[in-house]
Structures are given as structure tokens and as C-alpha cells.
């Protein structure tokens, strides 16, 4: 009899640890974050950032989801003297690795695109943009997910030869999200 439980414990366990993934072939995905900092380098003198980041996409594979992003994101300073808004849009490509069951899961997320930044007293201008973003999500129910990510390598351009190559894996550059997983 022992025996036989153990047998049934032990397919019970294999049979779990190999559960379907959450994230399958033709669901989609809606997630993003939105948030707001102030930083105050010298008495006196604030900086404001507001920002909404939202994405959406499909499955084209398991755990592979492709999709279009956009951004808004608005700067204010020196009691209004200084700001700016910039606008991003462009594709990207997020994979999944499970790493706890079908709870936690790491992700990488690939992006490119267009951004247009319109500064206070100076006008504005126009970049483009590649990033790979490392990130960690959190399945409580099934589709719903939280999920932390860190700014990681971005590579951008302003089309004039000006470019910048930025690593942020610091806790300065930790975002929060949700997700919502719909379909199939």
C-alpha cells in the first residue's frame, strides 16, 4: 500500500511540474506601468517625472509574446521653468522562462522604436531607440500577473550622430507593473 501511495505522490508531483504554461499560443497581453518621481538635488530645486507606459501584444509562440508599445512622459522643474514631453512608440518581443511552477516566471523583452521629445525653450527632437529589459512576473491568479523590471541596455540616437549607450541595472531603475493575459 505504501507502495502504491508513493507511486501516486510521485506521478502526482511529475504531472504538476509539468503543467501547461499560463502563457500560450494565441492569448494576448495587455500590460504596462505608470508612475511618478520627484528628485531633489539642491535645496530648492525639483524635478517632477510623470510617466504611463502601456503595452499590448499576442502569443505567436508559447511564452513568446510580440506586441507595440507607447509612452508618455512628463518632465517639470524649477517651479515650471524647465519641462519637456516625450512620446515613444515602437515594437517589441518578450520571452518567458518559468522558473517556479507556473507562478514565477523570468522574462527578457526586446524593444525598438521612435521617440519625440518637445523641451521647454528649446523645441524639440526626434530618437530612435533599442533596449533589453530583464524582468520578473508574478502569477497570483491565472491572467493576472505582476511583474518588476530594470531599465537594463538601451542604445539610442537622435539621427544626427548624437547617441547615447546607457546600462541601468540599478534599484534607481526599478519599474512595477500589471498584466492582464486574455483569450484562448
Known sequence: ??????????AFAAGTA????????????????IGYSRVSSDPGVARDLFEFA???????????AVGISASISLYSGNGGSFGSNMYTVGPFARYYRFVDGDKFALFGQG??????????????YNQGYLSVTPGLAFFPIPRF?????????????????ASTLDLGFSLNNFQLGAAYY???
Open 18 to 33: 509539468h503543467a501547461q504554461t499560463p502563457l500560450t499560443k494565441g492569448k494576448g497581453l495587455l500590460t504596462g506601468t
Open 111 to 124: 524593444s525598438l522604436g521612435y521617440t519625440r521629445t518637445n523641451e521647454t525653450g528649446s523645441g524639440g
Open 145 to 161: 500577473g505582476l511583474e518588476a523590471s530594470l531599465r537594463g541596455l538601451s542604445y539610442a540616437t537622435n539621427f544626427d550622430g
Open 54 to 64: 502601456p503595452k499590448v501584444g499576442t502569443f505567436v509562440a508559447d511564452n513568446l
Open 1 to 10: 500500500m505504501k507502495k502504491v501511495f508513493l507511486l501516486a505522490l510521485l
Open 182 to 184: 486574455f483569450g484562448k
